[in-house]
């Protein structure tokens, strides 16, 4: 079985920071899919960006960057210049590539807050 | 139109009621997912299912059942609810060509 860890229940950083948040998975599994969803206050839950287990470059997307380790089985999320909008809980999650067992498994998530 | 709907929205409902909560999908995809999401535990599965003929358990599967009446719907069932399925369910979608899942808006349980 795999577990996601997130060590930061909350961040705050103030509008135009770069914040990183951290996750660190446990798998014996070689190849999978990690990504970060957030979910604002609506309650929605939104891919921010997804990175291939076997694709070495990290991801991108806009403002949001990964630094995918996967020796040390680390996925941190970078957000750049961020924005109100930023604000959110986020959660980092794993999804194991091929047959068998199928669906997410989440860490339980930071509470990122973007002061004005 | 949102891809991923599901009703309702918001329930509130005594112990010891049946429920049912519904998830459509208009993506063509053939796998479809059931998760709970408690506060400061994130999200968890509970029932996922690769086609209408095909349903397994997730992590959480006790007290509740699945129905997937069709590609289209996965209906989740709370034969007897108890407070502590007091919780946020969310209903996923994913094509069995992609690795994303795509999640409906959420529906707020209530169990009194």
């Known amino acids: 079985a795999q577990t996601v860890t ?8 103030q509008e135009a920071e770069t914040v990183t948040l951290s ?12 990504f970060w969803y957030k979910q604002p206050p609506s309650r929605q839950m939104i891919l921010v960006i ?3 287990a076997y694709k070495q470059q990290n ?11 996967k ?3 680390s996925f941190s999320l970078k957000i750049s210049d961020s924005q109100l909008g930023d604000t959110a809980m986020y959660f980092c999650a794993f999804m194991k590539h091929g047959g068998g067992a199928d669906g997410l498994t989440f860490g339980k998530g930071t509470h990122l807050i973007i002061q004005p | 139109d949102a891809d991923v709907t599901q009703t ?17 999908q208009t993506k063509g995809h053939d796998r479809m997912y059931w998760y709970r999401q408690d506060p400061g535990l994130g999200l968890r599965l509970i029932y996922y299912s690769f086609d209408v003929k095909d349903i397994n358990k ?3 599967s006790d007290g509740y059942s699945v129905s997937r009446q069709a590609q289209a719907k996965f209906s989740l069932s709370l034969e007897s609810a108890i407070p502590n399925q007091t919780a946020l369910y969310f209903c996923a979608t994913r094509g069995q060509s992609t690795d994303t899942q795509y999640f409906g808006p959420g529906t707020r349980l209530t169990v009194l």
């Open chain 1, 50 to 52: 997804r990175q291939e």
């Open chain 2, 58 to 60: 997730g992590e959480i």
């Open chain 1, 71 to 73: 020796a040390a089985k």
């Open chain 1, 59 to 69: 991801a991108t997307e806009n403002r949001f960057s990964v630094n995918f380790q």
């Open chain 2, 8 to 24: 309702p929205r918001n329930r509130i409902t005594k112990t010891g009621k049946r429920i049912m909560l519904e998830c459509s």
């Open chain 1, 23 to 34: 996750c660190t998975y446990d798998t014996s599994e070689s190849n999978y899919y990690l």
């Open chain 1, 6 to 13: 997130q060590s930061q229940p909350e961040m705050s950083v």
